[in-house]
């Protein structure tokens, strides 16, 4: 089992920046691939980030790339998603997760998840 814990969302201007972090317990983290999700209100969740084990290989969707930026510490046990270049349609409730098994970019491939963090981005 692993647990994780989000934490460092909040109300931003748009173009300012947030750091979000994900805390991880339970087995080997650096074991696990880890990302993010995030899921806006009447839509589905959306894959963000992910990185590797190791953190070698990072992904992006692409309405991210050049502005978020995933990583990892795994001595810490922590993965975190720099965003900067913020926009309001980037307002959503971010998601860390791990372990996915198949596509990574398919929410109901990754089989661990923390409750989310609020992001909200003012125009």
């Known amino acids: 089992q692993v647990q994780l814990l989000e934490s460092g969302g909040g109300l931003v201007q748009a173009g300012n920046s947030l750091r979000l972090s994900c805390a991880a317990s339970?087995?080997?983290?650096?074991?696990?691939?880890a990302g993010w999700f995030r899921q806006a209100p009447g839509k589905e969740r959306e894959f963000v980030a992910a990185i590797t084990g190791s953190g070698s290989n990072t992904f992006y969707t692409e309405s991210v790339k050049g502005r978020f930026t995933i990583s990892r510490d795994n001595a810490k046990n922590m993965v975190y998603l720099q965003m900067n270049s913020l926009k309001p349609e980037d307002t959503a409730l971010y998601y860390c997760?791990?372990?996915?098994?198949?596509?990574?970019?398919?929410?109901?491939?990754?089989?661990?998840w923390g409750q989310g963090t609020q992001v909200t981005v003012s125009s």
């Open positions: 339970g087995r080997t983290f650096s074991n696990y691939p």
């Open positions: 997760a791990a372990d996915p098994d198949g596509d990574y970019t398919n929410h109901v491939d990754w089989e661990y």
